[in-house]
């Protein structure tokens, strides 16, 4: 049984950092066909895809509204991916989820929701002063 578990939200100030973590069970990272990736859901917007990442090969996207402020990861030692976030900025708030799926081969597509079949709860991130 594939779950997924969020973790890290909370309220920042902007230009704060904050790191967001997501604990997965059912799915083994090193596995060359996983990818997890991290979506986001302002209030009142759709939810959109902020970061994928391919484990097993260190390969991530991002869209360019993040990329140069957002990197991706996965832990050494425990089926975790993380979502560092730095110079955070009060759009940036929103419901923060993590995804998992399996596919063979990596490209853009895994910042498309479609490409999705499990998904965690989601953590908030507040960006207000």
């Known amino acids: 049984q594939v779950q997924l578990v969020e973790s890290g939200g909370g309220l920042v100030q902007p230009g704060e950092s904050l790191r967001l973590s997501c604990a997965v069970f059912?799915?083994?990272?090193?596995?060359?066909?996983?990818?997890i990736g991290w979506f986001r859901q302002a209030p009142g917007k759709e939810r959109g895809g902020i970061s994928c990442?391919?484990?097993?090969?260190?390969?991530?996207w991002f869209p360019d509204s993040v990329r140069d402020r957002f990197t991706t990861s996965r832990g050494d030692t425990s089926n975790t991916v993380y979502l560092t976030m730095t110079d955070l900025r009060p759009e940036d708030t929103g419901l923060y989820y993590c995804?998992?799926?399996?596919?063979?081969?990596?490209?853009?597509?895994?910042?498309?929701?479609?490409?999705?079949?499990?998904w965690g709860h989601g953590t908030q991130v507040t960006v207000s002063s």
């Open positions: 995804a998992a799926g399996s596919r063979d081969g990596h490209g853009r597509w895994c910042l498309e929701s479609t490409s999705y079949a499990y």
């Open positions: 059912g799915f083994t990272l090193a596995d060359t066909d996983v990818y």
């Open positions: 990442l391919k484990p097993s090969l260190g390969y991530s």
